[in-house]
Each structure stands twice: as C-alpha cells, then as structure tokens.
C-alpha cells in the first residue's frame, strides 16, 4: 500500500521559533510537494522538489525553505514562524507531473 | 488571484439532486486532474484529464477537459450522501515540469 507519512498530526509552535515539518514516501516517487490549506483557498504550493537536492519555488514560498537530501524524504521548514503561518501543511509525492499525486494526511500547525 | 479558480465554493443539495462544479483559468494546462477530500484525510485522486475535449465517466461522474484545455467540469448526477466533501481540480501548467497547481476547492454537502 502506498504511503506518504507526515511526522505530525499536531503542532503548537511559539511565534519565532524555527519549526521543521517531515515527509517520507514510500514509493520511490520523483515529486514530492509541500502545499498550506487555508479555508477557501484551497491548496496553495509552497515548493515542489523533481529530484534529491532539488527545488523549486510554488505559489507561496514567503517565509519558508525546504530540503531534499534523499529521495524519500522532503522536510519544511519554517526559519521564524509567525501567526499568518498557522494552517493545514500537506506533503504529496508522484512519479510524474501528470501522474496520480498521493497525500499525507496532513500536519495542523498553530503558532501562537 | 489563484490560477486555478472553482465555482461554486460550497454548494448544498439534496440526495438525487444533479450537480456541475466548474474549474477555470486564463492558462493552458497539459492535464488537468480531480481530487475528493475527506475531513481528516489529504485529497485522493478521482481521475485526469489529457485531452482538450475529453470527456471521462466515473460512475455517476463525469470530467469534461475543455476544448482549449484551460477548463474543467465535473458532473454529478444523482448526487448521494457519499458524495459529500471536498473537491479540488489541479493542473500542470503547459511548459512546466512538475509543478502541480490546485484549485480553490468547491465544498459539497449532500443531504437526505
């Protein structure tokens, strides 16, 4: 069975406070993705990764950065976390662009 | 302004009810997909689109690709109770390698 595991379900973080969000597939996949989900935006893209030590910017990468040191695993981090940064992080993972994108079950951040 | 843009954003029916949600943008895309989201749960996906013009049927579904393949629709007839949730039309830009772009999201309850 696939599997895209995302280290938290739940996450309080203190204003300032540098936080890193893990995610590890499973499935040899080439893209792993990092996206927020904030109530009527649906998902937004924070950075995307095509390949180990590769990045690229999404949509949204304002105050956070990521790593890929191995295929399988694709860390967020947020360098000072603020109160505009609380929301649903999800992590997904795919072979190809257009192929089927898997997903974590997502990690709910609060910065308080 | 999000690339992708869905509408309606909620939408409440009852159980036999016939649905449309509509996925637009000004870009073309090289494929366009459709995921449900459960609460709780990351997005699965429901099926992708190549073609400008495609029509595909799942079940009491169906995805249309629009001819300039810049939009999407999905159809559900004989809306049920399971059909409540979430979804997300999501699309590779033409020209982009891997970056995955989602849309705003339409919510969708189903009620007996």
């Known amino acids: 069975d696939v599997k895209v595991t995302q280290s938290s379900r739940y996450l309080v973080k203190r204003t300032g406070e540098k936080v890193f969000l893990e995610c590890v597939q499973d499935?040899?996949?080439?893209?792993m993705f990092w996206y927020r989900q904030d109530p009527g935006l649906g998902l937004r893209l924070i950075y995307f990764s095509y390949d180990v030590k590769m990045k690229e910017k999404g949509d949204i990468p304002e105050g956070y950065s990521v790593s890929r040191e191995k295929k399988e695993r694709f860390s967020l981090i947020l360098e000072s976390a603020s109160t505009n940064q609380t929301s649903m992080y999800l992590c997904?993972?795919?072979?190809?662009?257009?192929?089927?994108?898997?997903f974590g079950q997502g990690t709910r951040l609060t910065v308080v | 302004t999000q690339l992708l843009e869905q509408s309606p954003q909620f939408l409440s029916i009852q159980e036999g009810e016939n649905l449309t949600v509509y996925c637009n943008s000004s870009?073309?895309?090289?494929?366009l997909q459709w995921y449900r989201q459960e609460p709780g749960e990351g997005p699965v996906l429901l099926v992708t689109?190549?073609?400008?013009?495609e029509v595909k049927k799942l079940k009491r579904l169906t995805f249309q690709f629009g001819d300039a393949r810049k939009d999407s629709s999905l159809h559900i007839t004989a809306a049920q109770p399971g059909d409540t949730g979430l979804y997300l039309c999501a699309g590779v830009l033409a020209g982009t390698a891997s970056k995955l772009t989602f849309g705003t999201g339409t919510r969708l309850q189903v009620t007996l």
């Open positions: 870009s073309v895309f090289s494929s």
């Open positions: 689109v190549v073609t400008g013009g």
């Open positions: 997904a993972s795919s072979l190809w662009a257009n192929t089927e994108a898997f």
């Open positions: 499935m040899d996949h080439e893209n």
